[in-house]
């Protein structure tokens, strides 16, 4: 059984970092690619960042780039999503995400398990 745990968020104040981390179990983590996306009230689970495989190609949705950074360690099955200089916009609840393939898009039915999700609210 495939689980993905979602840690690291909190409330902090607009300007402020925090890194999110995800550890996965129950499927060979190197073997997919993973993403983040997040979502408020009454809105549909958006695209935040995604990473291949290796670590070595990232994508990022465009309000994000230049301040966020997703990275991943396949040797603790974790991902992260580092956050600098958050804004109230980035105010939602975090999901991880493993792919169904080592290659990241950032279509939500492109990826077949989920996170429980970690609230991250920005105040300003």
């Known amino acids: 059984q495939v689980q993905l745990v979602e840690s690291g968020g909190g409330s902090v104040q607009a300007g402020d970092s925090l890194r999110l981390s995800c550890v996965a179990s129950?499927?060979?983590?190197?073997?997919?690619?993973m993403g983040w996306f997040r979502q408020t009230p009454g809105e549909e689970r958006k695209f935040v960042a995604a990473?291949?495989?290796?670590?070595?190609?990232?994508y990022y949705t465009d309000s994000v780039k230049g301040r966020f950074i997703i990275s991943r360690d396949n040797a603790k099955d974790t991902v992260y999503l580092q956050m600098n200089s958050l804004k109230p916009e980035d105010t939602a609840v975090y999901y991880c995400?493993?792919?169904?393939?080592?290659?990241?898009?950032?279509?939500?039915?492109?990826?077949?398990?989920w996170g429980q999700g970690t609230q991250v609210t920005v105040s300003s």
């Open positions: 129950g499927r060979t983590f190197s073997s997919h690619a």
């Open positions: 995400a493993s792919h169904r393939s080592d290659w990241p898009d950032s279509h939500l039915s492109s990826y077949d398990y």
């Open positions: 990473i291949s495989w290796s670590g070595g190609s990232t």
